[in-house]
Nanobody, 137 residues
């Protein structure tokens, strides 16, 4: 079993940056795909970004494309989400989750059909407790 712990959230102003971390303990990430989702009050948890085991495949929902970057350090069992030019609409609790490598098929299909925003959180598991991000002036 893998346990995930998100960190790095906080209160920032529009235009600022934050780097979130998702650290795995237990068996670690192995070859899992790791994804970031976020949930704001009154809304369902929504897909933000994902990365393959090698880091060669990365996925971003349109709302964050060009502003967020995802990387992973497998030696440290940590995945990072660098968030730049933050906007008030990025305010949410951010969660990370894992999925087996086969999930890349769904992600590739969704990316090719511009449907990454429809990736549901049921596609991933082992959620951490989340880290809150508030963007406000």
């Amino acid at each position: 079993q893998v346990q995930l712990a998100e960190s790095g959230g906080g209160l920032v102003q529009p235009g600022d940056s934050l780097r979130l971390s998702c650290e795995a303990s237990g068996r670690g990430f192995g070859t899992d795909v790791v994804a970031w989702f976020r949930q704001s009050p009154g809304r369902e948890r929504e897909f933000v970004s994902a990365i393959s085991w090698t880091g060669s495949s990365k996925y971003f929902t349109d709302a964050v494309k060009g502003r967020f970057a995802i990387t992973r350090d497998n030696a440290k069992n940590t995945v990072y989400l660098q968030m730049d030019n933050l906007k008030p609409e990025d305010t949410a609790v951010y969660y990370c989750g894992t999925a087996p490598p086969s999930r890349l098929i769904d992600l590739n299909t969704a990316r090719d059909t511009n449907a990454l925003s429809q990736i549901g959180d049921r596609s991933f598991e082992n959620w951490g407790q989340g880290t809150p991000v508030t963007v406000s002036s």
